[in-house]
């Protein structure tokens, strides 16, 4: 092999090499410019689906809160389905229940790996008509965390065993209005046996003393269209209340017409 065949084969492998050095350098420029746009586009549809999740988390605790509105009827059924019942200085009862969600299976709701979650749930006016819901959920995944709120008002429907009026609702001596449930034994009341203590009693009026008590027993709820019903005075008297004063109440009284009457026999 003559010097200058030697010359040439090293020279096209200086070339080579020097053009996969450009190529990796190339590419390693590329890379360096795309990857933040590609943690961030990342980072961002991991966020989008937390979010997701989130919401998900926090209706479900609402779906929790009405579950227990429509099954519930005792502080201790309350307790017992892990929430906490205290009452505000206002009156207001507050009912709350926060727990963590684990990954994968949980009977609650299901999480995808590496994801965990935490679910706040308050209500205000727990034992009134109308309750406010309050529903927080916080996912987690690695560092990321993202927080959704989610909140709803609703009026609770009950059985109006009792009396509602319109106008106004007057007791003399000492009537006692109570009720009970018929799906627990003994089927057939028995005054001091199956009390259930959830009659309603009041009126739609927000007038003072459209609600007088007397010197009845309400073994149940009294219900005001006042906002404030004892210092408004729409609602006095009671003897015993052992249930809540709701203001604010709504019942809808269709108007009746009076017949028209003319030209009717008076006599037959």
Not at 40 to 66: F, W
Not at 70 to 93: K, L, Q
Not at 208 to 221: A, F, I
Not at 239 to 255: L, N, Q, R, S
Request: proline residues 3%; charged residues 15%.
């Amino acid at each position: 092999m003559s010097f200058s065949t030697y010359i040439n084969r090293h020279q096209r492998s200086g070339s080579a090499i020097l053009a996969v050095v450009l190529f990796v350098l190339f590419a390693v420029t590329v890379l360096a410019t795309l990857m933040p746009s590609m943690i961030t586009e990342y980072k961002s549809n991991i966020r989008n689906r937390l979010l997701t999740v989130a919401v998900g988390v926090s209706e479900y605790g609402c779906r929790q809160a009405v579950w227990g509105l429509n099954n519930y009827e005792t502080d201790e059924e309350w307790t017992n389905g892990g929430w906490t019942i205290s009452t505000e200085d206002d009156g207001d009862t507050i009912a709350l229940k926060e727990y963590a969600i684990a990954q994968n299976g949980d009977s609650t709701y299901t999480l995808d790996d590496g994801e965990t979650a935490r679910v706040r749930i308050i209500m205000r006016n727990v034992s009134l008509m109308n309750v406010e819901i309050i529903s927080e959920s916080t996912v987690y995944r690695n560092d990321m965390e993202v927080k959704q709120m989610v909140t709803m008002r609703i009026s609770k429907t009950t059985p109006f065993m009792g009396l509602i009026a319109k106008d106004s609702l007057t007791f003399n001596g000492q009537p006692s209005f109570n009720s009970f449930n018929s799906n627990v034994f003994p089927y057939t009341y028995t005054y001091g046996v199956n009390t259930g203590q959830s009659v309603t009693v009041g009126s739609i009026s927000t007038s003072s003393g459209s609600v007088d008590l007397g010197n009845g027993h309400v073994y149940g709820n009294v219900v005001s269209g006042a906002s404030d019903p004892i210092d408004s005075g729409a609602v006095s008297g009671g003897k015993t209340i052992t249930g809540a004063i709701v203001g604010d109440f709504y019942m809808d009284f269709p108007d009746v017409e009076t017949p028209d009457t003319s030209g009717w026999a008076t006599s037959f």
